[in-house]
């Protein structure tokens, strides 16, 4: 037991184990929709709640992001797993677009995104409840560009969203992701519901053409890719 005890403690999981189990007792039976519906409740609280340090991360995490669009030509959005709209308000404040999607998982999670993104006089931006693995609904190239910000490292197989955001983009997909490439891949190492990807190999996998690759803060990776296929279609309405 104090072997066991040690190593979890070198990998830095005890405590995000010992915490998720008391306060989310179901997260050793990890369901993605299930577990994000339920801490979606609290999720704001939480982020609120984070120390100096991980403030700073945060700040820098989006001013690279704002940085990386604001070199791309589009003008309709489609965040998956939005959350409380963080991102989405980043696009919004800096960008004139024609339409800004997020889908999200929790109602609790798209209830504070409407307030923060004030919805009541913005006819452009629309949010959604729904999985971000069920992405039929929408019709093939509807956006300019699609993107996950830690989102996909909470997936155990991203592949399939990866190829419904190569579907569904007209031209360019952006993931901002965790990724440690000292640990093994594909499995969740950090918390049970945290799973570490090589984002590359996958783009790669996929046949996505990576336009850009680059660390963002500590093990935190954002790559660029546009979708082989060129075909034109029409926005999303």
């Avoid at 790559?223 to 075909?231: D, E, G, L, P, Y």
């Amino acid at each position: 037991m104090i072997r066991r005890l040690r190593r979890l403690a070198q990998f830095s999981r005890l405590f995000p184990r010992l915490r998720s189990r008391l306060e989310y007792p179901d997260c050793d039976k990890y369901v993605n929709e299930t577990y994000w519906q339920q801490r979606g409740r609290k999720y704001l609280e939480e982020f609120a709640e984070h120390g100096e340090g991980t403030k700073v991360a945060f700040a820098k995490q989006e001013s690279v992001f704002l940085d990386v669009v604001k070199t791309l030509e589009f003008k309709s959005v489609l965040e998956l797993g939005c959350g409380f709209g963080r991102m989405l308000k980043l696009l919004d404040d800096n960008f004139r677009l024609h339409q800004i999607w997020g889908i999200d998982v929790s109602e609790h999670q798209l209830g504070n995104a409407t307030r923060l993104l004030n919805l009541a006089d913005k006819s452009y931006i629309f949010l959604q409840q729904g999985n971000i693995s069920e992405l039929d609904w929408i019709p093939e190239h509807s956006f300019d560009l699609a993107y996950t910000s830690e989102v996909l490292m909470h997936v155990s197989d991203p592949e399939g969203i990866l190829r419904s955001m190569q579907r569904i983009t007209r031209k360019y997909i952006l993931i901002l992701e965790w990724q440690d490439l000292t640990l093994p891949f594909g499995v969740s190492l950090v918390a049970p519901w945290c799973f570490n990807h090589n984002y590359r190999q996958l783009c790669e996998k996929v046949g996505l053409v990576i336009l850009d690759a680059k660390s963002v803060v500590e093990k935190q990776i954002m790559i660029v890719a546009q979708a082989t296929s060129r075909n034109n279609g029409s926005p999303l309405t």
